[in-house]
């Protein structure tokens, strides 16, 4: 631990903030404005000119969005980052930030539904290029990457099929290329998993999930390992595309984040409970949780990963039917998109998150029709168990289809 800087728990709660430059306010306000006065004339120039530090216009900065970035940069151990409107536009800006048109992409196989629209709409507009492939063997990653292979972009792990990345081995091959890697961090939050101490040099989140973690803010961060890249996105795209965050979300954000350790804790403990039950019931096929020791990349979880994380994807034994059957019949677990929240919620990805992407590359994805996302919440794991018991006995019920 470098001096001053405290246990991630710690700094969950402090960092970033300093109540006595607050009135003594114990959380940080909300500065609701959108514009902040000048002094005089010449001191507004001189802001304008960088001479001066200080705050001018929401859009390029805010001071309780800045709280936020500052926390959140502690919390990934990066130099910097940046505040923005969703998920989505932290990955848009770090793309556009990174590419020209003619670049190439190299991406991990499957990526966030909207993120493969992205890729789709980059190709189409601007020429960018991109290829998924499975980074699991260092020779085809050096043989897949190009020579105009501006970005590496991984996640892990993968949603929703769980597959991870060896983080350490890609950022390892990149660093030596010289090519920026950037990590959607967003399935295991900052407190699982921090991708800048394995060599990426940019980190995203959709702080919709685990980082606000109550269900009632969309947000997005992008951390950077250097704090002179951060600033040319805040002055360039962020400044220009203009997707920023609002004070309110960044001061719901801020709210969250407090509790992240204790949340992330009990998503743990309760999806590895969750887990074991999957694993055990006859109606279910497989189940993908880095925690089972039957992962494929179990090691991999082990090595950059200090927990499992609260997302479970499972097979259901069956049809398309049988899938919308099951969560027809669930009843305190929520069928909803989005994941992290207290409640527990499942989702069908190929018809739900997944439907943009084509049938071959969903397949390719391994998002077949039975497969099923779960974000396990924060209820008593029991409860969470009795109620996909008692929607698993109900299949017992239908006719299969005759074959
Ligand atoms: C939700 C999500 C996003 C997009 O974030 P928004 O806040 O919805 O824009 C990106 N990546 C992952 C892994 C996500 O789960």
Not at 37 to 54: K, L, V
Not at 144 to 154: F, L, M, R, V
């Amino acid at each position: 631990m470098s001096k001053g800087k405290k246990r991630p728990e710690t700094e969950m709660i402090h960092s970033g903030y300093n109540s006595a430059e607050h009135l003594g306010s114990l959380t940080p306000p909300i500065y609701q404005t959108s514009t902040f006065t000048f002094s005089n004339a010449e001191q507004g120039a001189e802001r304008f000119a960088g001479e001066e530090e200080g705050y001018i216009y929401s859009r390029l900065g805010n001071p309780t969005v800045r709280i936020l970035e500052d926390r959140i940069t502690a919390l990934e151990n990066g130099e910097g980052a940046l505040a923005f409107g969703s998920g989505m536009a932290a990955v848009s800006a770090v793309l556009f930030h990174l590419i020209q048109s003619g670049d190439h992409i190299l991406c991990s196989r499957g990526v966030y539904g909207c993120t493969f629209g992205l890729l789709e709409m980059l190709e189409e507009k601007f020429q960018v290029e991109h290829d998924f492939i499975k980074m699991s063997e260092e020779e085809h990653i050096r043989n897949s990457i190009k020579e105009n292979t501006a970005c590496i972009y991984i996640e892990t792990p993968i949603n929703p099929t769980m597959e991870l990345v060896d983080l350490k081995m890609v950022c390892r091959i990149a660093n030596e290329l010289n090519i920026p890697v950037a990590v959607d961090n967003t399935f295991c939050s900052p407190y699982l998993q921090q991708p800048l101490q394995y060599g990426a040099n940019y980190v995203v989140h959709s702080a919709t999930k685990y980082i606000g973690g109550h269900g009632d803010v969309v947000g997005g961060l992008l951390i950077g390992d250097s704090l002179e890249q951060i600033n040319a996105i805040r002055m360039t795209t962020q400044k220009d595309i203009g997707g920023i965050m609002s004070p309110f979300d960044a001061w719901l954000l801020l709210r969250g984040l407090k509790t992240l350790a204790v949340r992330m804790d009990r998503h743990c403990e309760n999806a590895e409970k969750i887990a074991r039950y999957l694993t055990g019931q006859d109606k279910v096929k497989t189940v993908y949780y880095p925690g089972n020791q039957s992962h494929p990349q179990y090691p991999i979880a082990k090595a950059q990963m200090t927990n499992y994380g609260g997302l479970i994807s499972f097979q259901i034994e069956g049809t398309i039917e049988t899938a919308r059957h099951f969560m027809n019949e669930l009843s305190m677990v929520k069928i909803a998109v989005s994941l992290g929240d207290a409640e527990t919620l499942i989702q069908h990805p190929a018809s739900m998150t997944h439907s943009i992407v084509p049938l071959e590359s969903r397949e390719k994805m391994g998002v077949n029709d039975t497969l099923l996302r779960l974000s396990v919440g924060l209820e008593a794991w029991e409860d969470i168990c009795e109620d996909l018991e008692q929607a698993f006995q109900k299949l017992n019920h239908i006719a299969l289809p005759a074959t």
